[in-house]
């Protein structure tokens, strides 16, 4: 656990980021060291400040919160990303957590549970809100939270393969399988691979 958490939040609407900032001023371990109202500042401030964790939400006017985050991972990837928006769609969960945030939360989600996915992803782990994971979700939503070709890696890993027989099998490298297997471990909130096989057989996933 880091001592301290220095902390980024960006988004278009001011009373947003006064209700985020007087929120994490009560939590001793977080220290909020910039504010942006769109995704061109926020890339820029995130340069200048190098924060260990931004609070993005993902609307905003000009760039938006999934471009400026596929920005700040090319130029500072020590930094954290925590998509943090008011849209539930699962399509963009996975857009998120594809451009590379290590968190996603949403804006009705509970104080506890903010201040947890800052110091989950600050070190190192990834955070998804509760209300988005594969038990609570519709059938229809469950299938949009995994792409195709994740789907396809999953029933290939449930068939017993390794990444190199997924690698050999598909074409791709074995750092791209890898890159995939975090991206399903992420979204499934899975500690294993066989776990992730194990909640996607179970929630229909794949078959």
């Given at each position: ?45 995130v340069e200048r400040r190098r924060p260990d964790v931004v609070l993005m939400d993902i ?27 008011a849209y539930s769609e699962r399509a963009l969960l996975a ?113």
């Open positions: 656990m880091p001592g301290e958490i220095t902390c980024l939040i960006v988004d278009d609407h001011e009373v947003v980021r006064e209700g985020l900032r007087l929120a994490l001023s009560r939590s001793p371990q977080v220290r909020v060291v910039g504010e942006a109202g769109d995704g061109e500042s926020a890339v820029a401030l609307r905003m006017p000009g760039m938006d919160g999934l471009d400026a985050t596929r920005m700040i991972m090319e130029r500072e990837p020590q930094t954290a990303v925590i998509i943090f928006t857009r998120g957590l594809e451009s590379g945030a290590r968190g996603y939360l949403l804006k009705e989600a509970a104080h506890d549970t903010l201040l947890r996915a800052i110091e989950k992803v600050a070190t190192g782990e990834s955070f998804v809100d509760p209300a988005l994971m594969p038990s609570v979700l519709a059938a229809k939503d469950r299938e949009e939270l995994l792409t195709a070709r994740e789907r396809e890696i999953l029933k290939l890993l449930a068939d017993g393969m390794s990444n190199s027989d997924v690698a050999a099998k598909l074409f791709i490298s074995q750092e791209t399988v890898k890159s995939h297997v975090r991206h399903i471990l992420t979204k499934l909130e899975a500690d294993t691979r066989t776990h992730a096989v194990a909640i996607a057989l179970r929630e229909s996933m794949i078959d």
